[in-house]
């Protein structure tokens, strides 16, 4: 043995100390003198900073006969302004190394920043720009609405996207702007011009029911001076918000079948309307929700995929519509996947047998801890930049939740047991009040679906 050897000295190996506890960032609140609310969270070493500014124009304001309007002029916002055409505000854009994008949704229309710390002072300047004086030339209108109607016969095409529609035709009543698409019609799309984009702008969009939401590394940056300088020289009258109707819908158990002759696959979409983000069950019907369908390992999976060989995947979830504090909101929970024509009932009839046996025996143990694992502990994953903070923060202000949700959701997941989580998802997915969408070959599909005797059906082109 060497003399190095005979000394050397082995030291015990490392051990891992106490696991840190995480905890979803809480922001901090503000008001600035032009009436615009805001959210700020400081997040050290996330060096691309996020800005998300939320506009109180929801699709329900939209006139009468101009679904899409909303659409349509939160794609103008970065088209040119009183200062820059729109090749100058891209050229801008793309100097400061920042992306900005806009899209309108049922709470309202959402304008999305992202840019390097180093450059936010002169991001927020044209952030700024865009919100308080955009142009809305009539040639970039009449681009954006043509372009708006290349878009609709692809949607219409895609099953996915018509079995949605479809859906909420069915789960909604025709005057409620849910029952329509989101983005508009062909014929509605057609009658927006930059007039009719103009004034929706002029009605709805002021600071004074805004929010604005600033998350990213702040070192150095005196925010409070920066935002003064640029979000807060937009003006605009005081108004309140638009008011929230109530969501009603029918989930009277029936089949709609969209005909595709000749489709290989059919698509599925199961739904109906149940509790939201402001509901006690949230939590229980997020964990319920994930055991049936939420992941590969799931229940649905397991027989439509791994036993029967129907699916590539089926997956179970809630979705938000529109929430508001007096709790008129609600969720479309939902089951959605595609199976080849020819086992099309078939699939149904053991999806339908998935929810029975569910709630005959109840979720397991088992299950409840693995969904814990993979909602809860992946979580700070979930939220390691700064856009993916912005966007939940974004989201509970939509939703007129407080500013903790998303951290109280993630204990309470943590304390929701397993009796209460099947009794949730049983309760979400009842087999008596369940509208199926099935995008198809109606006349492949229907005689067999008929036979299962889940609801009346319907066909229709």
């Known amino acids: 043995m060497s003399d190095t050897a005979a000394t050397m000295t082995f030291h015990p190996q490392p051990q891992a100390g106490e696991p840190k506890p995480w905890a979803f960032p809480a ?12 959210l700020t969270s400081h997040r ?13 124009a929801p699709l329900a304001a939209e006139p009468k006969d101009l679904d899409g309007v909303a659409t349509i002029m939160a794609r103008a916002l970065s088209e040119g302004t009183d200062q820059h055409s729109a090749e100058e505000f891209a050229a801008e ?6 992306t900005l994008d806009a899209h309108a949704d049922h709470p309202g229309v959402r304008v999305s920043l992202e840019v390097p710390a180093s450059r936010l002072d002169k991001a927020l300047d044209l952030l700024a720009e865009a919100l308080r004086a955009p142009a809305f030339p009539d040639d970039e209108i009449k681009r954006l609405v043509a372009n708006r109607l290349d878009e609709i016969p692809h949607e219409l095409a895609n099953p ?24 508009g019609t062909e014929e509605t ?3 927006i011009d930059a007039a009719a984009v103009r004034a929706f702008y002029a009605a709805h969009v002021r600071p004074a029911t805004a929010t604005a939401v600033v998350v990213g590394d702040l070192t150095g940056i005196d925010l409070p001076a920066l935002l003064d300088g640029t979000l807060g020289r937009w003006t605009g009258t005081k108004a309140e918000p638009p008011a929230r109707a109530a969501i009603t819908s029918d989930d009277t158990a029936r089949v709609v079948i969209v005909d595709r002759p000749g489709s290989v696959q059919t698509q599925l979409l199961i739904g109906r309307t149940g509790p939201d983000r402001q509901a006690r069950v949230w939590a229980a019907q997020v964990l319920g929700t994930y055991c049936l369908g939420g992941t590969l390992t799931s229940r649905l ?7 029967k060989g129907y699916t590539y995947g089926v997956r179970a979830f809630g979705q938000v519509l529109l929430s508001s504090a007096d709790g008129t909101g609600a969720a479309l929970l939902a089951i959605s996947g595609s199976v080849a024509t020819e086992v099309t009932g078939p699939a149904l009839a053991d999806t339908w047998r998935v929810i029975r046996e569910l709630g005959e025996g109840g979720l397991t143990d088992a299950e409840r801890d693995v969904a814990v694992q993979n909602l809860v502990g992946v979580a700070p994953l979930r939220y ?16 007129e939740l407080p500013d903790d949700f998303q951290a109280a959701l993630y204990a309470r997941l943590t304390e929701t047991g397993t009796v209460e989580a099947t009794a949730a998802v049983v309760n979400a997915f009842p087999l008596d009040r369940l509208v199926v969408v099935l995008v198809g070959d109606a006349a492949a599909i229907t005689e067999p679906v008929r036979e299962l005797g889940i609801g009346p059906v319907t066909v229709v082109s």
């Open 93 to 98: 854009l793309e100097r400061c190394g920042a």
């Open 27 to 38: 922001p901090e609140r503000g008001t600035l003198a032009n009436g615009l609310t805001l």
């Open 160 to 183: 996915g996207r018509r079995a949605a529609m479809a859906l909420s035709k069915e789960l909604f009543p025709a005057e409620a702007r849910n029952s329509r698409p989101r983005q």
């Open 384 to 399: 390691e930049t700064a856009a993916a903070v912005a966007g939940t923060f974004a989201d509970q202000v939509e939703q």
């Open 189 to 191: 799309v057609r009658r």
């Open 44 to 56: 050290p070493g996330q060096q691309v900073v996020a800005v998300e500014v939320l506009l109180a």
């Open 301 to 307: 999976d397991r027989v439509l995929r791994e036993e």
